[in-house]
């Protein structure tokens, strides 16, 4: 009787449609709100670390304004962050630091590298006390081009990565 | 200051060390190692270089046009301020003239990136007293000078737009009416910052008497530019060393007696105020010319050594460059204001209060980008 294979075969096909139940009206629909909730509120670090970050500042100003796209001004609590904005060059000396910033965020955290430096070192490829690119050191969602970016590129980045956030698994 | 201490180290006593910054809503991109004793600041120990990025040593295997981009970038905020000089030293060893045209477009950028730069520190300024309005003002006003600068640079902050023998490209002709309506505008704003944060009496108890600097100690340690005019020395390296054509213009120099944090805002503030009316005088000497001296082939520097100095919108900024006839310098020596501002900090804040640190510091004007280099 167990062993019957049109039975197995009824239980694979029912354990299936309830799966596909689960999935369509329990962890949809909590994955959405969750992700909703996250992408809309994002908290940056405030870590400055070079020239970028005027860019930064002035994105928060009142002609940008990034924050009509949900994300919030540089805060100093890394326990309440869930964004790193690289803000350009990382030197050696600053690159510890900024993985203890890292590390020291909570889950779930998404990094931003801003301008060419943060990418690959940019003007700086061939200085002694730069760090090509941060995402040998840490993991990085979204880079922005630029040298500095625009404040206007610095909001697409964001936007993509809100868009990241959508697709994400809880 | 919210998480002043990221690092808490118990002297024994009643002493405590505490590490401010380099991850610190108000630090940037340094950090200060200060000890207190209760709330009174008795050491403090800088810690640049940050963002030490060798410029210097680049600057040793780029050609004279290469190093423009790369020189800007330590002060992008005043981007002007900071290449002016490197092209002015640039030109006398590779021995050409800017025409006059190109000098007073310089002028007039020079002028423009110290607005910006004035109004960027203002902001930030607003935000360190914890007076939000005073961050959204000046950060709104400055967009508006950097649209001005825009139409001249092409970018909106770094413009690499000085180079040796003149300037990249002529301003656009509307470029004089465009620039007096935002300055008719600005000048009404002025006095819309002096009534709510200049004349308020809570910026003022934040900063009335708060890091006094002695007119002889500014001299002592080498301060410059807003700091030193803010302790009653009328130096000003655009009148001392006259450059470009500054001589041509007439302008005051504002000084102020005290040496307290109101009085380096106050002499910032005026200043705003006199680069506009150096650039209306421009506008009026202004005339139809060449804008640049085309030079065939590399720039090769003659054998030698030049410096200069000028008046950028921290202080004065040094260059001294050696060249050994090849088209690279053999070496490219920067001095900044901000440096030096740095060893008036540390000055400044043993004997003061913790809490009064922000309200000292970013009175200073201190870039920490510009210190490292
Ligand atoms: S990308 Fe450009 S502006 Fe940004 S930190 Fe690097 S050099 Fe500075």
């Known amino acids: ?170 | 200051m919210q998480n002043a201490a990221m690092n808490i180290e118990d002297k024994g006593g009643d002493q405590l060390v505490l590490h401010v910054g380099p991850q610190h809503p108000g630090s940037g991109h340094f950090r200060i190692i200060v000890t207190v004793d209760g709330d009174y600041i008795v050491g403090a120990k800088p810690d640049p270089g940050y963002v030490h990025r060798g410029a210097e040593k680049m600057a040793e295997y780029r050609d004279y046009i290469q190093n423009i981009p790369h020189l800007e970038r330590p002060v992008i905020i005043d981007a002007t301020g900071v290449t002016l000089p490197y092209v002015l030293t640039a030109e006398k060893i590779i021995d050409v003239e800017a025409p006059d045209r190109a000098q007073y477009i310089r002028m007039i950028m020079a002028e423009l990136n110290r607005i910006i730069s004035h109004l960027y520190w203002l902001g930030i300024y607003g935000i360190f007293l914890g007076h939000s309005t005073m961050f959204m003002w000046p950060m709104g006003d400055r967009e508006l000078f950097i649209d001005l600068a825009e139409s001249i640079g092409g970018t909106r902050v770094t413009f690499s737009y000085v180079v040796p023998g003149g300037v990249r490209n002529d301003m656009p002709t509307n470029f004089k009416e465009r620039a007096l309506k935002t300055f008719d505008y600005f000048e009404k704003r002025i006095e819309e910052y002096k009534k709510i944060f200049f004349n308020n009496p809570l910026m003022s108890a934040r900063t009335e008497g708060i890091g006094t600097m002695d007119k002889k100690d500014a001299i002592r340690l080498g301060i410059t530019g807003s700091n030193l005019r803010a302790c009653g020395i009328d130096s000003d390296t655009r009148k001392d060393e006259t450059y470009c054509l500054y001589d041509r213009v007439d302008f005051e120099i504002p000084t102020r007696k005290e040496g307290d944090s109101y009085a380096r805002c106050i002499v910032r503030l005026e200043e705003l105020q006199q680069s506009m009316n150096i650039m209306k005088q421009v506008f009026d000497l202004i005339e139809p010319g060449p804008i640049k001296q085309v030079i065939g082939g590399v720039m090769r520097g003659e054998p030698g050594e030049a410096f200069v100095r000028t008046e950028a919108a921290r202080g004065t900024m040094f260059y001294h460059i050696v060249s050994d006839g090849e088209k690279n310098p053999y070496r490219v020596k920067i001095s900044v204001p901000s440096f030096r501002n740095l060893i008036g900090m540390t000055h400044l804040l043993v004997g003061s209060r913790l809490a009064d640190m922000p309200a000292i510091y970013w009175s200073l004007d201190y870039w920490p980008v510009e210190a490292d280099r």
Not at chain 1, 54 to 60: K, L, M, P, V, Y
Not at chain 1, 73 to 94: H, I, N, P, Y
Not at chain 1, 112 to 129: E, H, P, Q, V
């Open chain 1, 1 to 170: 009787m167990v062993n019957d294979p049109t039975l197995n075969l009824l239980v694979g096909k029912a354990s299936d449609i309830l799966d596909n139940t689960l999935e369509k009206n329990v962890r949809e629909p909590i994955r959405f709100l969750v992700n909703w909730g996250r992408l809309y509120s994002l908290w940056p670090v405030h870590l400055e670390t070079a020239c970028c970050s005027i860019e930064f500042g002035a994105a928060s100003g009142p002609r940008h304004d990034v924050e009509r796209f949900g994300m919030l001004e540089a805060f100093g609590s890394l326990r309440q962050c869930d964004v790193l904005v690289v803000q350009g060059t990382v030197t050696r000396k600053m690159a510890p630091r900024m993985k203890w910033v890292y590390e020291q965020m909570p889950e779930p955290k998404w990094v931003i590298a801003m301008g060419a430096c943060a990418i690959s070192g940019g003007l700086y490829m061939d200085s002694y006390n730069v760090l090509q690119g941060v995402d040998k050191i840490v993991p990085v969602d979204v880079y922005i081009p630029g040298c500095p970016p625009r404040p206007e590129t610095l909001i697409q980045g964001i936007i993509e990565l809100q868009n990241k956030i959508r697709k994400s698994k809880v």
